[in-house]
């Protein structure tokens, strides 16, 4: 049975009251780096997504809804997470915990918020293994949160599923990304400011170098 598998049933509700202190719900988050993903890809982009430890579908939904024209798909390994993915995902993409059920060949991955679940031992092989999906020129997207933000610490601590949790400095990802041979497009420190401050966060975009960000994302690239 996979971690996750015991929290399938109430994820979202559980992930809404750990990031409560940041006055947003997790569709906040969620949508924030579907936008992201769609502003590097290009709303018009018609190529295929998949998003790499996916969960019940909480990211996906909403990159299908910034990329309309692309096919999305999804993995995760815990199986009762896929089993409450949207049915209208699952129509649309293949959805699933067995990695052979996946294309071979993706424009983009979207790793989001995974790699802190998984053992700093293994997160080469991880990361070997999405390279390998990759098409010529395409694109990897690393999500994480970021140590450096203490909010970002406290919301981990509180959060029942983060027992496991091993973060990774933004420098960590920028690592593993190169050493799976990607060239490193873009490192940017995301989400700076909380509900109570949302009138700032139109200058957030400037702020990218600023690792004051809750989370950051590494975007690599497959040489074409
Ligand atoms: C915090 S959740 C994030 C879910 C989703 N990506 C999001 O941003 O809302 C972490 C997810 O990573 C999955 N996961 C952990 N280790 C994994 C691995 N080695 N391969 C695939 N998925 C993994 C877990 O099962 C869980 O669904």
């Known amino acids: 049975m996979a971690e996750f598998d015991r929290f399938a049933g109430d994820y979202r509700q559980k992930l809404d009251r750990c990031v ?10 969620s949508r924030y780096k579907a936008r992201y993903v769609a502003q590097i890809l290009g ?7 998949l998003d ?30 896929v089993r409450e993915v949207p049915g209208a995902l699952v129509a649309a993409g293949t959805f699933t915990s067995d990695l052979a059920g996946l294309s ?10 995974v790699m802190h679940h998984v053992a700093p031992e293994h997160r080469g092989d991880v990361m070997a293994r999405l390279c390998d999906r990759l098409a010529p020129g395409g694109k990897l997207f690393v999500f994480e949160h970021n140590p450096a933000n203490p909010v970002t610490r406290l919301v981990v601590s509180r959060c029942e599923f983060d027992r496991d949790a091993v973060l990774l400095r933004a420098a960590e990802g920028v690592a593993w990304v ?10 940017d420190y995301i989400v700076f400011f ?13 702020l990218a170098w600023c690792p004051a960000g809750a989370q950051y994302v590494v975007v690599g690239q497959r040489d074409a």
Do not use: H, M
């Open 20 to 29: 409560d202190v940041s006055g947003e719900d997790s569709e906040y988050f």
């Open 43 to 49: 709303k018009g982009c018609r190529g295929t997504l």
């Open 52 to 81: 790499f430890g996916c969960g019940v579908g909480v990211l996906a939904a909403l990159l299908k809804q910034e990329l309309p024209g692309c096919r999305l798909d999804g993995y995760d390994v815990s199986a009762a997470s």
């Open 104 to 113: 071979g060949r993706y424009d983009a991955v979207v790793l989001s918020n």
């Open 178 to 187: 190169r050493a799976v041979g990607l060239r490193v497009l873009r490192r």
């Open 194 to 206: 909380p509900g109570p401050l949302a009138w700032l966060r139109a200058i957030e975009p400037w």
